[in-house]
């Protein structure tokens, strides 16, 4: 898709997004990726580039990863007063830096786009200043997200996440009635009602992005047995509570002679990296690529039993050609059928029965992994997502 209408974007990044080892991470670089593609990213903006600890090493990764595109770093501001302002820190911990929209005028921008609700403060700030309109592009509904975070976090950990959920629905109201914002993009099919009803502005349904596909197709064992792989941040409490549950409630029906356990994640806690090895888990922290990890595996698990949005690494999954086992929770968002292109359990007995089923039946096994990779490939492809974006921008200046 060349860009022959004149966009010109500039995009807003979540935080820094190389490596992609994190659902968040990897949407933001495939809709960038996307976005170059199309020839409609002239700047991005990437919070905490250039910050203590992410150097000239980070900026040059992520040159690497969206080349000839001009990148620069914002600062973040993560000290205890971005914690304790009225703010809600997603956004008090995103500033705008001073003299930044001056440096953007002039450019020929015709568009904002954040890639994430978190910067969605600073997109509707920079299009003020440039009288431009902004895209927003939400992965949930935080406020709704940190209040469950809050229900399933016991005392004290709950109070943190209980005031942020207060002053991210402030906040909330405050986006949801900027006449800069002139589409909210949804990555989830379900959270669109859910937004349409707290704002005026229009809310559509724009799936996760996926990176170009190889043409070949992942070559299966033909055996019973193989490796069952879980991928996810591990500091996030609704993937550290779902593989707690897995190992505790469903491994121990699922370990068998020929069959390992592989958790991949970042920043693991160590007591939790101490409870999966305990189980017999293998365990890798903070893995500089994922790749070679679904390569290896077999089986994909996406045990979340709490959470909301859509689960970026298991179309990470499906994508690499792996069958995967979901919990309803982790199988929302998308219109996949379970089945056909994944096989959804509720519930240790269920999970282990499906479990069983994809560890013993090689044949049944190849074909899950075929329907649902050719669903998501055909389901995200790029192309298609960034013309829903153009097409709704051009809908919203009508």
């Not at 010109?8 to 490596?19: G, H, Q, S, T």
């Not at 600062?75 to 009225?86: A, F, V, Y």
């Not at 994944?342 to 560890?359: E, S």
Request: contains cysteine; glycine residues 10%; hydrophobic residues 45%.
């Amino acid at each position: 898709m060349e860009n022959g209408s004149g966009h010109r974007w500039l995009a807003i990044a979540e935080e820094v997004f190389v490596p992609a080892d994190a659902g968040g991470r990897v949407e933001s670089l495939n809709l960038l990726r996307a976005a170059r593609a199309a020839g409609l990213l002239g700047r991005v903006l990437v919070p905490g580039i250039g910050d203590p600890g992410i150097g000239d090493t980070a900026l040059a990764a992520h040159r690497a990863a969206l080349p000839g595109v001009d990148l620069v770093g914002t600062p973040r501001r993560t000290g205890w007063r971005s914690h304790l302002s009225r703010t809600p820190y997603l956004f008090a911990s995103r500033p705008l830096p001073a003299g930044l929209t001056d440096s953007v005028r002039g450019r020929g921008f015709t568009a904002v786009l954040a890639v994430s609700f978190r910067v969605a403060h600073l997109a509707v700030e920079l299009a003020e200043a440039l009288d431009i309109p902004a895209i927003v592009r939400p992965h949930n509904v935080e406020s709704a997200y940190f209040a469950q975070l809050a229900r399933s976090s016991r005392f004290p950990r709950d109070l943190p996440y209980a005031a942020e959920a207060w002053k991210l629905r402030r906040a909330e109201a405050a986006v949801h009635a900027s006449p800069r914002i002139a589409v909210f993009a949804e990555i989830a099919e379900e959270e669109v009602a859910v937004r349409a009803a707290l704002t005026d502005i229009p809310v559509i349904h724009v799936p996760p992005f996926l990176p170009p596909q190889p043409d070949t197709a992942r070559v299966h064992r033909t055996e019973p047995g193989g490796t069952v792989l879980f991928l996810g941040a591990l500091d996030n409490a609704n993937n550290s509570g779902g593989i707690g549950w897995f190992v505790e409630d469903c491994w121990p029906g699922l370990r068998a002679p020929g069959v390992s356990l592989h958790v991949v994640g970042r920043r693991a806690p160590a007591p939790l990296v101490d409870d999966l090895r305990a189980a017999g888990a293998e365990v890798t922290v903070d893995a500089p690529e994922v790749a070679s990890h679904l390569a290896a595996a077999d089986v994909f698990v996406n045990p979340v039993r709490h959470g909301a949005g859509i689960s970026i690494k298991m179309i990470e999954a499906m994508a690499a050609g792996l069958p995967v086992v979901s919990t309803p929770v982790g199988a929302r968002g998308l219109p996949w059928r379970d089945g056909e292109h994944l096989l959804v359990a509720d519930g240790p007995a269920a999970v282990r029965a499906a479990g069983q089923g994809r560890r013993d039946a090689p044949a049944r096994r190849a074909e899950l992994a075929d329907t649902g990779r050719r669903f998501i490939t055909g389901e995200l492809d790029g192309v298609r997502q960034i013309g829903r974006l153009v097409e709704a921008l051009a809908t919203a200046r009508r």
